[in-house]
């Protein structure tokens, strides 16, 4: 953490979870990264699926975990998205390519963040979404860089669930 505070939000369902990550797609600039941290099922995917949707991609958005890799297109933008689940070692981040994709991204939105900690560009937003009982997730949204400050700033004044 850069030692901003959090932005901790507050989601209801699937369908919350999708909101917050399209209100945080209509605010990413090109190029960005967004890396996703939490338990299997907090709805990582779901949160990719939103963030699609605010950059106005229509494809239907599906978990790379077996494949490492999807990416969706929107005229000229390209959503790159990431599971890093399988990966165990710096080795098999260089065997899927990483450093091309991360460079080559429009937007990179990767689960499984911390397992590539130490290859991350020098600004990025870091969401981590924790289960908080019944259906409601607690998302945790902390910047690492000027950009990222200024995106969570606006989605802190814009969006409902922040508290």
């Not at 030692?3 to 901790?8: E, K, L, Q, T, V």
């Not at 979870?17 to 209100?23: I, K, M, S, V, Y």
Request: negative net charge; charged residues 25%.
């Amino acid at each position: 953490m850069d030692g901003n505070s959090p932005a901790i939000f507050s989601t209801y369902g699937e369908r919350g979870t999708f909101d917050l990550g399209r209100a945080l797609g209509t605010f990413l600039t090109l190029p960005f990264c967004v890396g996703l941290r939490g338990p299997l099922g907090v709805g990582k995917t779901v949160m990719v699926k939103g963030i699609a949707d605010g950059l106005g991609i229509s494809d239907t958005v599906t978990s790379p975990t077996y494949t490492f890799c999807r990416e969706y297109r929107d005229g000229d933008r390209k959503l790159t998205h990431i599971d890093l689940y399988r990966i165990d070692n710096v080795d098999d981040l260089e065997s899927i390519g990483w450093l091309d994709l991360v460079l080559e991204a429009d937007i990179l939105v990767v689960e499984w963040i911390e397992r590539a900690a130490e290859y991350l560009p020098r600004d990025w937003i870091e969401v981590e979404l924790a289960l908080a009982g019944g259906d409601k997730r607690s998302a945790t949204l902390c910047s690492h860089g000027a950009d990222s400050r200024q995106i969570l700033t606006r989605l802190k004044t814009r969006y409902v669930g922040h508290r």
